[in-house]
Structure formats: structure tokens, C-alpha cells
């Protein structure tokens, strides 16, 4: 067991998500509302609702149609401090998709985004035992014409704004469940275009693809040298230790081939010293640990030795400056505990030093974020 005690005086957790179905316009909000108004059968409606893809990318109903604020955040925390010594302090919010039901208007989705930066911007982070909110990456969407006002809108509704995050993630597979609206998003005229105004204010760019996109973000990188960009989740090699969808992952030899792939452009990536990587999602349903809703890893030490090689090829290849630690909870709650996460985490990298636990579980994510060092110094 590795612990961060004497090495940082708190983790900074650079990849949450927070909702209220009863309050938000979230994308998910018709099964949330009637999960909310029958909870006892949720469940057993949850495989007749939402599509095959959905239940693979989130296992159970409970994950997206139960409000998760500080409040639960904090529960699912309060492991951490016994597995490796100090607690999560500091958080960086990641838009969570949301979307007005029935608008296809680019627009109109980019406005709707802003209330949940004041949403967010709002909720009792820094009250009690909650982590302090230290950044804020919301929505947005460079196609748009309006996307310049509403940066300027995001900026306005919180000075903890630090950028946007599009979830540009396709799949071949038709069971394998789609984020963007539009293969070859993030390489696309009009995206690249748009990005120039992310570019002029100085802005973070998260991206959220999966592993044969990478490319995409390749051409982004090389379009924009002197903006940061950080690829959410480790590039998201679908189905690398198992089956989903259709056929992804099915044998052997096809997930060998993924994570093949996923080398290689992930080492083509890394030439690109703009880009850092999130080391989050490492329990996410859809890499492929199965399909009950209890969840499928097991244990801090199964979870080390499965995603082992994928953050050593990372460090190998970006250094130890260029990544940090992010929960993605609670999407990855049904499979893997926080504490356990962290946990798992901390003792793959022990083995290149206190400098580098500090810089994945802290200092990179205060300095790409440019998180207010403030409390820090207090």
C-alpha cells in the first residue's frame, strides 16, 4: 500500500461530474425522472429504456438518474484518506453532457451548457468535508457561431472557468455507445475553425475519444501548438480487457489488436508537447471488465495489474509532467470504490518516486488547470 502522506497534503481529483435530475436539463433527464418517481422498479425497467450501449457504458441506472452533488461525492471520498494517507481536497469539474431534450440547434445546446456552469458554480464545494471546486471545464461547441459569446458567457458565470470539453467519442461498433454527433469531429474544417476562439482566450481543451480517434486529436494538436489539450480517460481503448458492444473486444487476438493500436497512436500523440493525458476512467464499464451492475474488477490489486502496462506505456511516453489523476466518478462507481481507485493508482507509480505522485495527484492538475494555489499556502 502506497501512501501520499509527506508527499502532497491533498489529491486534486481532475475528473468529476455533478447532476440533479430533479433540478437539471440533463441529457439522460426522461429515465432520470422516472427512475426518481419509481425507484423500487427502476432496475427492472432500466434494460427495456435505454439502448444496449447505454447499459454497457454505465452498468446500472443508479450511476445517472440519482442526484450526484458534494454531498455524495464526499461519501464516496471518505475511503481515500485510510488507503493512501491524505484526502481529495480539490476538484475539477467536467461538463456531464448536458443538452435540452429536443434541440438539434448547435446554439441552443451551447446555452443550455451555461446554466450548468452557474449550476455547478453554485453547488456547496469548499462547506464541511467537500473538496474545494479549484477549475470548472464546461461545454461547448467551436461549430457553433455563437461559440465565442458563450465562452464569454461561461467566463462571466464563473471565475473558476477554465475551458471546454467536447465528448467527440464514435464507435463502429453499433452497440458500442457514441458521445459525438459526427465521425472526424475534432479534424473537421469547421471544428478547427471554431477552436481558434479557444485558442485567443487562452482556454484548456479536454478531448473524449475513443482509441481509434486518436488521430483526430493528433491533427488538433498540430493545428494548435500553444493550446493545452488533455485527452480524457487515456484515449478510452474500448474493450481492451473484454467483450462489449457487438463484437469489440470479443476474442483474444482482437483485444491484443487493440491495445496495439492504441500504443501506437498514443506514442504518435505524445510528440505533441501540448497534450496531457487524464489518467481517468481506469474502471469505466465500457474498457470491458463485464456487464453486471455490481460490478466486475474485484480489488485494488486486480485493478493495478490490469490497467499496469496502459499508465506505464503513458509515462513511458508523456513523462511524469504531462499526466494527472482524475476519478471520472461517479461513472466509474459501479466497478471500482474511489479509495481503491486512487489506491490502485498510487502503487503503480510508486515505483518512479515522490516526484511523480506528486505531480500525477496534484501539481500538474493545480498548474494545467491553473488552480488557485491559495489554500495551498494556508
Known sequence: MTSLDGVISGIVDAHLQQWNPRRTPWAANRASRLY???????????????????????????????????????????????VV???IDTVVHIESHWRAESTTDLSAVDTTAVEETRYVDGLPFGAGAAPRLGALIAHGDPRSAEFGRILDEHAAASDRFRGIRIIASRHPDPRVRDGGDADGMLASAAFLEGFAEIARRGLVFDASV?????????????????????????????????????RTGATAAARADILRLWRERMTTLAAHRNVVVKLSGLAMPVLGYGHERWGNIGGQSTLAEMVGPLVEHVIAHFGTERIMYGSNFPIDKPNARMDMQVGALADIL?????????????????????????????
Open 36 to 82: 426518481r418517481f419509481v425507484p423500487g422498479i427502476g432496475d427492472r425497467i432500466f434494460p427495456v429504456v435505454v439502448s444496449r450501449a447505454d447499459r454497457e457504458y454505465v452498468l446500472t441506472p443508479r450511476t445517472v438518474a440519482r442526484t450526484y452533488e458534494p454531498h455524495q461525492y464526499v461519501a464516496d471520498a471518505a475511503g481515500v484518506p485510510a
Open 85 to 87: 494517507g491524505v484526502p
Open 210 to 246: 475513443y482509441s481509434h480517434q486518436l488521430y483526430d486529436v493528433v491533427t488538433l494538436a498540430r493545428e494548435y501548438p500553444d493550446t493545452t489539450i488533455v485527452l480524457d480517460h487515456f484515449g478510452i481503448p474500448a474493450g481492451v480487457f473484454g467483450p462489449i458492444g457487438v
Open 350 to 378: 510508486s515505483g518512479w518516486g515522490p516526484d511523480t505522485l506528486r505531480r500525477v495527484f496534484r501539481d500538474n492538475a493545480m498548474r494545467v488547470y491553473r488552480i488557485d494555489p491559495a489554500a495551498d499556502a494556508s
